[in-house]
């Protein structure tokens, strides 16, 4: 029984692989839980999966926490705030940690997994996006794994299994084009936040929503390519597949081309996260071909998409520029949710903050230079939308 911490539980990522460990109960068990601040479906896993340790970010809801599970006996260790979501990371004797926790936030737990020597199921693209300088080396000092539990790197991780070393030529990342990929250019600026949340094949979180509507999502899973399978830019592709069917594509040396198809499920690529390199059974629905008729293929609209070129030259710049890339967009679109910004102002906020750190950018960037990097850039990227906001100022 693989013993098995998960950090962001009660959003999409953390249901999902509760469900997966409810299914497996004889194959994984629940160590530590770690959410945000929903008191309410916390409070129901910690009944359900009885971990030992449990932290909530908010800590202004650690009372509210400590009292609705205040008839459990035993009682786990509670902890509060970030330090003790960091706790919870690196607690006892979980062989995994699965960080479903969005953005910038799950990189010092998940740090402080690795460094307790915890294989990783990564499910948080920021890790290696903005902390990649630093994630990387401290994987190989600690011996630990790093499976890729989202679906498009878990699909190039799944072909790569008995490729041998350098066999590996291209990857082709598949992409929905989001919410807007039947619109023409010229609509985009009557977009609405609701218009951008409808995510024409998949039910996720508002922020990664609007990356999938920008397609800054693929641009951020290129750079988290680049770090996981160590192939250059030039050699990363995306194409649209509105379908959804095929997950993500590797083409070998001799130009022969493996992909991963499925229904579209989060399950499939967090299991296989877990068990690896096992192949668990499940009941789950299997991909009719048939039924799954015509999969398309389209190359992606530079002028809808202007976040994926801007994804590409963060990644070749190297250094701190993706924690300021992705820093920039986690702002940029905090304040389009917020209605304080248009839609098509998200890229113009990034490009603005990248073209700002041009002159700072630190070639092997230390942890505290990619955090310091992550506060300037969000603060940068509050600055310029104001400017936005009141028209004192015109970006290109």
Not at 160 to 187: K, Y
Not at 293 to 316: I, N, S, V, W
Not at 332 to 342: G, K, P, S, T, Y
Request: charge should be negative.
């Amino acid at each position: 029984m693989k013993a098995i911490t998960l950090l962001g539980s009660t959003g999409s990522i953390g249901t999902q692989t509760l469900d997966i460990v409810h299914q497996y109960p004889e194959q994984f068990r629940i160590v530590g839980l770690a959410a945000r601040r929903n008191v309410e479906m916390l409070a129901a896993q910690v009944r359900q999966f009885k971990p030992e340790i449990v932290a909530i970010c908010a800590a202004d809801k650690l009372p509210e926490l400590q009292a609705a599970i205040a008839d459990l006996d035993p009682q786990p260790i509670i902890l509060a705030g970030e330090e003790g979501v960091v706790e919870v990371a690196r607690y006892g004797d979980a062989e995994a940690v699965v960080t479903g926790i969005v953005g910038c936030a799950g990189l010092l737990p998940t740090l402080a997994a690795i460094e307790a020597g915890k294989d990783i199921a990564l499910a948080n693209k920021e890790t290696l996006i903005a902390g990649g300088p630093v994630v990387l080396p401290l994987v190989k000092k600690h011996g630990v794994k790093l499976l890729p539990a989202d679906s498009e790197h878990s699909a190039i991780f799944q072909c790569l299994q008995g490729v041998p070393v350098g066999g590996l030529r291209r990857i082709v990342l598949t992409a929905s084009g989001g919410a807007f990929r039947d619109w023409p250019v010229d609509r985009l600026p009557t977009v609405k936040v609701a218009d951008a949340l409808k995510h024409p094949n998949w039910s996720m979180g508002p922020k990664i929503t609007i990356d999938s509507a920008t397609l800054m999502n693929k641009g951020l899973e290129v750079i988290e390519a680049h770090y996981l399978f160590g192939l250059d830019y030039d050699h990363i592709d995306i194409v649209i597949h509105p379908q959804s069917i095929i997950h993500s594509l590797i083409e070998v040396q001799d130009t022969s081309m493996l992909a991963q198809l499925g229904w579209p499920d989060m399950r499939l690529p967090l299991l296989y996260a877990l068990s690896w390199p096992e192949r668990l059974y499940t009941d789950w629905k299997p991909l009719d071909l048939v039924k799954a008729g015509d999969l398309t293929f389209r190359e992606p609209d530079h002028q809808k998409y202007p976040c994926m070129q801007l994804a590409y030259a963060a990644g070749r710049a190297g250094g701190s520029m993706p924690a300021v890339l992705n820093a920039a967009n986690e702002q940029a679109v905090a304040l389009f949710i917020d209605e304080q910004i248009q839609f098509l102002d998200i890229p113009r906020v990034i490009e603005a903050v990248c073209d700002r750190h041009q002159a700072h950018n630190l070639a092997t960037p230390t942890l505290d230079d990619i955090l310091e990097a992550d506060r300037w850039a969000r603060q940068e990227a509050i600055a310029v939308c104001g400017a936005i906001a009141s028209q004192s100022v015109v970006l290109t």
